[in-house]
T-cell receptor, first 112, second 106 residues
């Protein structure tokens, strides 16, 4: 099946810093990727839709200036959490459309 | 938007037992997927099943689209089946249920 990778798998940063998370589709091209966030013991909530070559579409309540998304190629989308705060600590998961949805392994962000 | 409800929220089984996990959705869907999230957070595709029945080893799933529900069957459960099971609906951007936490005891 299709493979989606994420990097890094785990990151710890200080409050106020920015963190970039990469999502790659390894064996297929994805014009659209999706970013989800999952807090402990909760379900996945869609944050934004990443569109190759155009601006991302954000879900209601997600700050576009805080969560910067760049989809510069057909195999790579990046999510940058700017000026991270402890409440941004979460598990971030991307998916790419290849017929059905394929998910990356996730990135666990801890903001101190 | 569409609502997705899963039941039961928690399930504890003895190894070797069978179980049925349910997913109800509030509107017609073109896509429904079942996932297993392992303890490390990885979401594993189990079934892409907008309608009908599929089987893969000890797992099978049935979606009755006209009645807006899907069932995931686990037979002869193993401890490695433990984790959280999600159903999700949608095309591209998915709406997830809250998940069912399954614990299989040896």
């Amino acid at each position: 099946g299709a493979v989606v990778s994420q990097h890094p798998s785990r990151v710890i940063c200080k409050s106020g810093t920015s963190v970039k998370i990469e999502c790659r589709s390894l064996d297929f091209q994805a014009t659209t990727m999706f970013w989800y966030r999952q807090f402990p013991k909760q379900s996945l909530m869609l944050m934004a839709t990443s569109n190759e070559g155009s601006k991302a579409t954000y879900e209601q309540g997600v700050e576009k200036d805080k969560f910067l998304i760049n989809h510069a190629s057909l195999t790579l989308s990046t999510l940058t959490v700017t000026s991270a705060h402890p409440e941004d600590s979460s598990f971030y998961i991307c998916s790419a459309s290849g017929g059905q949805e394929y998910f990356g392994p996730g990135t666990r962000l801890t903001v101190l | 938007g569409i609502q997705v409800e899963q039941s039961p929220p928690d399930l504890i089984l003895q190894e070797g037992a069978n179980s049925t996990l349910r997913c109800n959705f509030s509107d017609s869907v073109n896509n429904l997927q079942w996932f297993h999230q392992n303890p490390w957070g990885q979401l594993i595709n189990l079934f892409y099943i907008p309608s009908g029945t599929k089987q893969n080893g000890r797992l099978s799933a049935t979606t009755v689209a006209t009645e807006r529900y899907s069932l995931l069957y686990i037979s002869s459960s193993q401890t490695t089946d433990s984790g959280v099971y999600f159903c999700a609906v949608g095309q591209g951007k998915l709406t997830f249920g809250k998940g069912i936490t399954l614990s299989v005891r040896p």
